[in-house]
């Protein structure tokens, strides 16, 4: 088997994985998350085309963190409110929809710049927005690990680095969100309403943590 075939069997089981997890969480009345786990493995699942040019943030991570979401939720682990766990899950279903878009769009894109530019510069400059976009969403994917790791240091009886962690959440995605609206893809509400959350936790300012 080849190494690619591999990484897609390895992928398809964890998708697989989330879902039966999702399954279990909605038939134990955990709707919410149920529903948003199986939600994000069944969206992720969907083709997904090869960016030309730039890195490509690794949803790998992402999706490891919705399966220790589903297993927080399945042992039932007390410790930061709900609010909090709430826009963590929900941060990381939107930054792998995003993921996918932007993956989409980054395509189109860079088959259009080549058509149109003839020099190295112009290329850049067209593609500008989208390297953008590419870089806020690592950005924005490291917050939220650092950000859930915060959360799993709060249910061991240690908040401290959560406001911090918070503030950083709140720029990150606010960088995410009008790198979105510049490549013309459209803000999800969702992304609104985790900004507005984190903000409300967000006591200390942020410092690089993420």
Request: hydrophobic share 50%; aromatic share 2%; proline share 5%.
């Amino acid at each position: 088997m080849s190494e690619r075939m591999q990484e897609a069997a390895l992928a398809a089981a964890q998708l697989l994985g989330l879902v039966i997890a999702g399954i279990v969480l909605y038939q134990m009345g955990q709707t919410e998350v149920g529903s948003l786990v199986i939600g994000a493995a069944l969206g992720h699942a969907a083709p997904r085309r090869a960016r030309g040019g730039g890195g490509v943030p690794p949803v790998a991570p992402l999706l490891m963190l919705l399966g220790a979401i589903a297993l927080g939720a399945l042992s039932g682990c007390d410790g930061p409110p709900d609010a909090a766990r709430r826009s963590v899950e929900v941060a990381t279903v939107v930054l792998l929809d995003a993921d996918r878009d932007a993956a989409v769009r980054y395509t189109a894109a860079a088959e259009a710049a080549i058509e149109r530019s003839t020099t190295l510069a112009e290329y850049r400059a067209a593609m500008s927005p989208h390297d953008a976009l590419e870089q806020a969403l690592r950005v924005s994917q490291s917050t939220i690990l650092a950000a859930d790791a915060a959360l799993d240091a709060w249910r061991a009886g240690g908040a401290e680095r959560w406001p911090q962690l918070a503030a950083c959440v709140v720029v990150a995605l606010a960088d995410l969100r009008s790198a979105l609206a510049a490549v013309g893809l459209p803000t999800p509400p969702e992304l609104d309403a985790v900004i507005t959350t984190a903000r409300s936790f967000a006591l200390d300012a942020c410092e690089g943590e993420a």
